[in-house]
């Protein structure tokens, strides 16, 4: 039984095609109300696992539930509450924007005309496309189409919208309106969304799943993967940095210290950067900077324990790091 706070949740789901395994053992667990980016190179098996999800493709085997539905028995009960957008949508070039979405609401909108009209017209706002709206859509940019594409799979105002690479091919402008968008999906639906553009997942989702050549390497929030275990810290410090990296070093939990000479300050003063590395990442919270300031004459002017990016964290899971549940 699917707990009630996951929204998506598989075991050991795996589709194969002959002999190759494009999604292999998955166990995924989506909360209801998250910002989910479903990471992975092309090829890891992204798609595939979409379409699983939505009944559009039948698993070689395990089971998979959305709403607490089977992805197999119920799929058309599924995909009527889930708003979805493909790879690569396309539209009716003849049509504008509004007569897309009143078409595609024709499908799945349940109301009054006047409900409907209102739904339309808060999605063009929503997405950016007010000055178009009344423009057919065969003269829309990439960008564009992707915004309508977001519309179109919110029409319903669904629980779950998904959406499949729905920025890869878009400059780094399109990609920022397209996340400010699925941004604006918070707290109302919950969003997952594949990619394989690393910086998008860590600017806009609050969790992140992790695929590798079809199977699970990593999932769960953002910041606990990204906090991790670092054991470097940043400090630095007004003057030469020399003397406290001596006395620092006589700490047995102390590794090494790398020194940054010749940064300026705000003051105009000399600074010294030391790069600290430790091996109780613990102790060196609680105690680092207590030891760096014993002395009088240091001033510390910047503390902190090195964060990774998610680049850091792709690259350590796939070439063979710890799997984070």
Request: a neutral charge; one cysteine or more.
């Amino acid at each position: 039984m699917t707990p009630p706070d996951l929204i998506i949740s598989t075991q050991n789901l795996t589709k194969s095609y002959g002999k190759r395994q494009v999604v292999s053992n998955l166990n995924l667990a989506v909360p209801r109300g998250s910002i989910c980016g479903f990471l992975g190179a092309n090829g890891a098996g992204k798609s595939t696992t979409i379409k699983l999800l939505l009944g559009l493709v039948q698993p070689t085997s395990g089971v998979g539930t959305v709403f607490g539905k089977n992805i197999v028995n119920d799929s058309v009960a599924i995909r009527e509450r889930v708003g979805f957008l493909a790879q690569s949508p396309s539209f009716y070039g003849h049509l504008t924007a509004k007569e897309t979405l009143q078409f595609v609401a024709s499908f799945f909108f349940t109301g009054s005309k006047t409900a409907i009209s209102a739904r339309i017209e808060e999605l063009i706002e929503l997405v950016g496309l007010s000055g178009k709206a009344d423009r057919p859509v065969k003269g829309f940019s990439g960008g564009e189409k992707q915004r309508l594409g977001i519309a179109q799979a919110a029409i319903n105002d669904p629980e779950l919208i998904i959406l499949d690479e729905p920025a890869s091919a878009l400059d780094p402008l399109g990609r920022r309106d397209v996340l400010k968008i699925l941004e604006s999906f918070r707290d109302r639906s919950t969003v997952f969304y594949s990619t394989h553009i690393l910086d998008d997942v860590q600017r806009v989702s609050d969790r992140v799943v992790i695929l590798e050549r079809g199977r699970l390497i990593a999932q769960g929030r953002i910041e606990e993967l990204l906090s991790g275990d670092s054991n470097l810290f940043h400090m630095t410090v007004r003057g030469d940095g020399a003397t406290i990296k001596n006395r620092l070093l006589s700490m047995p939990w102390i590794n090494k210290i790398e020194l940054e000479t010749g940064v300026p300050d705000l003051t105009n003063s000399h600074t010294t950067k030391l790069l600290i590395y430790v091996s109780d990442a613990r102790r060196a919270e609680t105690e680092l900077l207590r030891l760096a300031i014993a002395d009088n004459n240091t001033i510390v002017t910047h503390f902190e324990r090195s964060a990774h990016n998610l680049e850091d964290i792709f690259v350590n899971l796939v070439s063979g790091g710890t799997k984070h549940e």
